[in-house]
């Protein structure tokens, strides 16, 4: 891979954005050590963007409500970058987003960048790049960055430390009733969007609308903003405009309070103890893997010794 040039970066040109995004997913120790030099230049720019996350279960509108959402936003001057987390399994090796992020029409803009690829979560022991995936997208000029995720495993809460606003997408049609509501999600939620809310599935929207209003007005936060619920159709486009609204009454409730300083912070915080982790995954990994190392586990295994016990000893002789 050819180095990046960091003016085309910066000037947002999309296919030096698309590839230096690709090196810093790299596994490549030479890609990156090219990635460390680059995010060391990007650091230092300190631009700034709103980043958002939609997530929500699998099929709730979460594309189609980006793409509304992008299209008005770039309507109005702005520049959008969305982002797809995907919890890939290693063992289908397959894409859950797969193609379904096209986004055709926001895709045809000049003023959005759509990353489809998947971007996998601690699949080997890599660390997921988007963190780093939003850096760029940031220096490139983008103002703001939409992650999607989709509602599998550990997956929103992985992303709630990587963004400043956390949107719910809820489809009236799922059957996502508050009860089967993945516990701990609605929490997560800084503002809620009931999808669909038009022809056929109009009227469930409103009583989802409804029942959700009601089961969240006696929860508070720490933080005394009262997460929005709006329906909304991104078929239609109605409600998007409101929709934005609402995000950016909580962009500048978060700039006023200080939270979002104060958020990003506590996210560097994480992000660096996740880096720790990962550099102590990739030293340790090799040696544990070691045919010598794994025929000694097998021997004390012989010997009636339990895992605890090999593991502790292992851990002893390796990390000396
Ligand atoms: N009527 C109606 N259908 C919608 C609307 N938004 C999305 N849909 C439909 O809902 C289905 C799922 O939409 P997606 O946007 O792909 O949903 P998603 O949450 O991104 O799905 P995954 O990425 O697969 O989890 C599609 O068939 C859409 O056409 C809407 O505003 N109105
Ligand atoms: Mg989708």
Redesign the pocket.
């Known amino acids: 891979m050819d180095s990046i040039d960091l003016n085309k970066l910066i000037a947002g040109e999309p296919r030096t954005l698309a590839r230096a995004i690709t090196l810093v997913e790299s596994q490549n120790p030479k890609h990156q050590r090219e990635s460390k030099n680059l995010l060391k230049h990007i650091f230092n720019l300190k631009k700034s963007s709103f980043r958002i996350s939609i997530s929500?279960?699998?099929?709730?509108?979460?594309?189609?409500?980006?793409?509304?959402l992008g299209l008005y936003l770039v309507s109005r001057g702005r520049k959008v970058a969305v982002l797809t987390i995907d919890p890939t399994s290693p063992i289908s090796g397959g894409s859950?987003?797969g193609d379904?992020?096209r986004m055709e029409k926001l895709a045809t803009s000049p003023h959005a960048f759509i990353r489809p690829s998947p971007t996998n979560l601690h699949v080997g022991g890599a660390t997921n790049r988007t963190r780093e995936a939003i850096l760029l997208c940031e220096a490139a000029g983008f103002d703001i960055i939409i992650v999607?995720t989709?509602?599998v495993g550990q997956t929103e809460f992985q992303v709630k430390n990587m963004v400043d606003a956390f949107v719910l997408?809820i489809?009236p049609?799922s059957g996502d009733s508050i009860q089967g509501m993945k516990k701990g999600i609605l929490e997560l939620a800084d503002l809620l969007a009931i999808?669909?809310?038009?022809?056929?599935?109009e009227s469930l929207a409103k009583t989802t609308l409804h029942d959700y209003r009601e089961s969240l007005q006696f929860s508070h936060r720490s933080d005394q903003w009262t997460p929005p619920i709006m329906a909304?159709?991104?078929?239609?486009m109605t409600g998007i405009a409101d929709l934005w609204d609402s995000l950016q009454k909580y962009f500048s409730f978060k700039q006023s309070s200080g939270t979002l300083e104060k958020d990003r912070l506590d996210q560097q915080v994480i992000w660096a103890q996740d880096l720790f982790w990962e550099s102590i995954h990739n030293r340790f990994k090799p040696k544990i893997e070691n045919s010598t190392v794994q025929k000694k586990i097998l021997k004390m295994l012989k010997s009636k010794m339990n895992p605890e016990q090999v593991a502790e000893v292992i851990f002893k002789s390796i990390s000396n």
């Open positions: 929500g279960a699998p099929g709730a509108g979460k594309s189609t409500l980006i793409e509304a859950i987003l379904k992020v999607e989709v509602g997408a489809s049609l999808t669909k809310n038009d022809g056929e599935s909304v159709s991104s078929l239609n």
